[in-house]
Structures are given as C-alpha cells and as structure tokens.
C-alpha cells in the first residue's frame, strides 16, 4: 500500500511540473499566427512566472519577453502601414521586454547539472534587442512629452545602456546614429530624471557626458544644467565647482560669470571678480549685461569704505556710475533692471548726502549738502521712470518714485505714485 501510494505521489509531481512546462508552450501558441491573443499569453505566462516549477527557467522569461515584443511589434507594424498605432499599448509593452530578457539571459547561461552551459536563447534575445534599441528612444520621447519623466528617464536611459550591458558587449550595431545624437539622447535622460524630480541620477548622467560629442549649442547647456542640479540639491561645493567648470569652458556664459562673481564677492575677492568681468566685457564689448554687473561690484566695493569722502571710495562709486551708465546705453530700452539699478546709485548718494547734512552742525556745509542731496535725486528720476516704463508692476521702483517726487517737490506726481503705491500694499510700507 505504502509503495502504491508513494508512486502516486511522484506521478502526481512529475504531472504537476509537466503542466507548468505546457503552460510556457501555451503561452508561446498565442503568440503565434495571424490573430495572436496577447492577453491569454499574459494570462499565462504570468502563472507560469509564479510556479516553483517554472519562475526559474531560461524560457518562462524568454516567451514573457516574446509576448511583450509581440504586442509592440503588432501596434509597430500599424505605424509602418501608414495607420495610427496605440502607442500607450506599444510603448508599455516595448518598456516591459528588456527586464524579463535580462532574466532570461542571466538564467540562460548558468551551468546545468554537469557544470556545462549550454545557452538556448542568447542568440535570439540578442537579436531582439537590436531589432528594438532605437525604439527605445521613441518611447522615451513619448513618455517625455506626455510628463511621464521616470518612464521617460528609464526608457532613454535603457536606449544607451543596451550597448554596453554585459549581454550586449562586442556586438555589431548596424544603421546606428551618430556619437553626437547618441550623447544627445543620453542628455535628454539626465533632464528627464531631473524633471522626477531624481537630481542625483540627473547628476550622475550629465558628469558622465562630460567630454562627448555634442550637436552646437547642447554642451553649454550640460554645464548649466549640472550647475543647476546641484545647487537643487543645496550641494554649495558641488555647485561651485560644476560653476568653476562651466566658466573655464564656457568663459562668456552669463550664468558662469555670475557664478563665478558671486563665488568672489562671496569671499571678498572683489579685485577677482572686477578681472572675470574685465575679461567677458573685452571679448563681447557689446553685452550689456556685463556692464550692469561690473557697475555692481564696484558699488559693493563703494559701499565696503568706512570713509565715503575717500579718493578710494570716490573711484569706486565713479566707476559704478560709469559701468551702469554703459548698460543702459546699451540696452536700457529694454532692460527696466538696468535703469533701476543706476538709479539706485543716484538715488543712495542723495541718502548719503542728506543724511550728512542732517548730522552737520555748520548751516553752510549743510545746506551744500542738502543740494547736492537733491541734485543726485534729480539724476535718479528719469531712469526710475524709465524702468516704471519698462515695467510698472516693480515695487521697489514705485516706491523710488514716490519718495523722489516728494523731494523734488513734484507733489501732484508724489499723489499719484503714492496711491498706486497703497493700493498695491494696502497702504503698509514694504
């Protein structure tokens, strides 16, 4: 009876693993033909995956991946004929074939029994793969438009990585783009991680894109963009060298030499900073922006002097005045924050004389000062006018106004600009 039972036992498991192996072959069938069901082959594969029987063999993983290529090369061949493919459909199923191949060809190579291996499937898992790589790009452009940015990521990042994974290495690509698009596309992996937001994998792709070859324009903008995932990540020193490295490369970048200036100004290099802008300003005379800049650290040094009424401290706020004067003759038609910047100045130098006059006891010495005091706020009126002009949603420019009408004693404007004034702050001061 034992020896019975015991037989029936062991026909009962050799059963129950034969099942299983059919339910692969099964699912393998669906696929097949002219009308392949791609949801009974899932249906079945799946419960193939889960069996302790089969969710260790090369082919489950194998006929999974198939079905999946399957599904994608269906809706491919709709785009091929001219009609519109479901590219949510496609698309899903082509992100799905790589991790159960990657399975299969890692289960594929072990050794048997006997301590051979005796692959059956690389061959065609390689083939593929080939035949899919540059549709993996698609799908990552599908997925980035649609601000689907992990997918996205996964997919472009996937497009790249399929050339060097271990499977893969040594192999012939045919019809490949060239260096520089494939440096592009791997780009576009690192702006969509930073999109996830995912800012160390974003790092991690664009320093490793250092280097490449880049289509014009785009390897400016990887600096930048490195810069900028730092400094999300309140990553000073990393910032500040992704900075350093930006302007070393790319010396008339604007946002470098700010960078680079604040870095300076920061550790009181202001004879450093002065040199950067120096530097850009002989190679494009022309940008205003410079200008703009170098007219602020010189004022920054102006406002450093204990003694305002040193040689020294004149020359640096002439300087300023000289710098910021050169912006907006360059482009103060259409820059409202190079007109309140020099205005400031003037408008800070009327503060500092009428303070002065304020605090001197000699009536003749004062009222020198005093005008002087409203000469500067004469200077500083018509470029607050013209940022108010260029834009009349600035704050700090509607309250400049209101203050200097009232000093030059243009009442009926100071009424005007005052209401305008509260009826932006509810009449609190800001």
Known sequence: MKKVIFTGVLCFVVGLSFGQKKTVSAAKNEIKGSNPNIAEARSLIKEALENPETKDQAETWFVAGQIEDKQFDLEKTKELLGQKPDEAVMYSALANIWPYLEKAAELDQLPDAKGKVKPKFIKDIKSIIKADRASYYNAGVYYYNNKEYQKAYDLLKL?????????????????????????????????????????????????????????????????????????????????????????????????????????????????????????????????????????????????????????????????????????????????????????????NLAVEKRTAADESKDKAVSDKLLLESTDYMSKALPYFEKAYDLNGDDLKTINALRMIYYQVKQFDKYDQFDKIYNSKTGGSEQ
């Open 159 to 347: 497009y790249g990585d399929l050339k060097t994974v271990d499977l893969m290495k040594g192999e012939q690509w045919e019809n490949q783009p060239a260096d520089s698009t494939e440096t592009q596309i791997r780009y576009y992996a690192g702006i969509a991680a930073a999109y996830i937001p995912n800012h160390p994998a974003a790092i991690e792709i664009l320093e490793g894109l250092k280097g490449h070859q880049f289509p014009e324009g785009l390897e400016e903008e990887l600096y930048t963009n490195i810069a900028r995932e730092y400094n999300a990540m309140n990553d000073t020193q990393g910032y500040n060298t992704a900075i350093k490295a930006g302007y070393e490369k790319f010396p008339t970048n604007g946002d470098f030499l700010r960078g680079m200036i604040n870095q300076s100004i920061q550790g009181g290099n202001y004879n450093e900073a002065v040199a950067y802008l120096d530097a850009a300003i002989a190679k494009e005379p022309e940008n205003g922006q410079f200008y703009n800049l170098l007219g602020q650290v010189y004022e920054i040094q102006y406002n450093s002097q204990e003694d305002k009424n040193a040689a020294g401290a004149q020359q640096y706020i002439d300087k300023s005045i000289e710098n910021l004067k050169k912006a907006v003759e360059l482009e103060g038609n259409k820059n409202a924050s190079f007109n309140s910047d020099l205005g400031r100045i003037f408008f």
